[in-house]
């Protein structure tokens, strides 16, 4: 199955593009979202809480960004790409970078550049860097990601383009780049939004390579995916085929959410987690839940590196369900203060 370069517009491959559509963060928005994903710590709460922690605001989970990133990703996707439909996207891998956390009252902007873009006879692989910026033009997290757009083939004629979507041109900037694994992670600078180191449960001098974190079972049931479905604004996908009917399926940005808010539970302060990056195991990318049923996805951790002098933590965390892995690889960094 040979593959070849799409006729995108140029624009799509030298230039970034940016969403004219601000995205408000609103307290009640961070809480819906915080107990659809089972992020429960109080901070993501109780405005109290966050203060108490050195927060002018509530805080947001740490896979919030990803909310808005799917919206300004499918917009742009909808503008540049011929046949393209918002329920047909499935994400092989995502790469979260926060250099600080959205709290209640944030308003950010949306960057979009394509890195690349291949199609195969009737699906597309889309490489796109996603960035994340306040009313001032500071970066709040950098991302990446991978996706498999199953489209339909039709001509674009005299259709809308780029700028008649909500999306403009912004002037050429070098693209924050995304570390890899073992390089140095973004810096957080001491600012309004965040005004105290991280405070995890954990004793930084205790922990070693090789450690397990605690099992934990997360049962979901069809009403909480298509609670999820309903908080972030994507629509709500059913099981087909020999799946029991009334089912649904839960999508692998759910089990993300699910995963960063086990790792914030061990690790007792989210903010403390600086990275996230998932890539989804083949034909896990969505969990299939059948109606009436409860699946429980079984989360499971291990410290894999430990950085002395930068007191960081890289943590490797598998998730299986119906005896599967729904990751291939996950990963994340903990900042220790």
């Known amino acids: 199955m040979g593959g070849a370069s799409v006729d995108v517009p140029h624009v799509a491959s030298n230039e970034r593009l940016r969403s004219r559509n601000d995205f408000a963060v609103d307290a009640e928005r961070i809480r819906e979202y915080a107990r659809a994903v089972g992020n429960l710590d109080r901070i993501h709460l109780d405005a109290d809480a966050s203060a108490a922690r050195g927060f002018g605001a509530l805080v947001a989970p740490p896979t919030f960004p990803t909310m808005v990133w799917m919206r300004a990703e499918e917009e742009t996707l909808a503008a540049m790409v011929p046949g393209f439909h918002s329920g047909r996207i499935l994400h092989a891998d995502r790469t979260?970078?926060?250099?600080?956390?959205?709290?209640?009252?944030?308003?950010?902007?949306?960057?979009?550049?394509?890195?690349?873009?291949?199609?195969?006879?009737?699906?597309?692989?889309?490489?796109?860097?996603t960035t994340l910026r306040d009313r001032h033009e500071r970066i709040v997290t950098v991302g990446s990601s991978t996706l498999l757009v199953h489209t339909q083939r039709t001509a674009r004629g005299g259709g809308p383009v780029g700028h008649e979507r909500g999306l403009e041109l912004v002037p050429a900037r070098r693209r924050p780049r995304i570390p890899g694994l073992g390089d140095h992670l973004p810096v957080r600078h001491p600012g309004p939004a965040t005004t105290h180191s991280p405070q995890p449960v954990l004793d930084f001098a205790e922990l070693a390579v090789g450690s397990e974190l605690p099992v934990r079972r997360h049962p979901l049931a069809p009403a909480d995916v298509m609670n999820h479905a309903s908080v972030v604004g994507a629509p709500s996908r059913h099981a087909t085929g020999d799946r029991p009917s009334g089912g649904v399926v839960t999508p692998g940005m759910f089990s993300l959410?699910?995963?960063?808010?086990?790792?914030?539970?061990?690790?007792?302060?989210?903010?403390?987690?600086?990275?996230?990056?998932?890539?989804?195991?083949?034909?896990?990318?969505?969990?299939?839940?059948?109606?009436?049923?409860?699946t429980a996805i079984e989360f499971r951790g291990r410290i894999t590196w430990l950085n002395p002098l930068r007191r960081t933590a890289t943590v490797v965390i598998d998730a299986t369900a119906k005896g599967r892995k729904l990751f291939g690889y996950a990963t994340a960094e903990v900042r220790f203060a």
Do not use: N
């Open 257 to 294: 959410g699910l995963a960063a808010g086990y790792l914030s539970s061990w690790v007792g302060d989210p903010t403390a987690v600086t990275r996230y990056r998932v890539q989804y195991a083949p034909k896990m990318h969505y969990l299939p839940i059948g109606s009436g049923d409860r």
């Open 96 to 129: 979260l970078d926060i250099v600080r956390p959205l709290l209640a009252g944030d308003r950010v902007g949306c960057d979009v550049h394509f890195e690349s873009f291949r199609h195969y006879r009737d699906y597309d692989i889309v490489s796109m860097a």
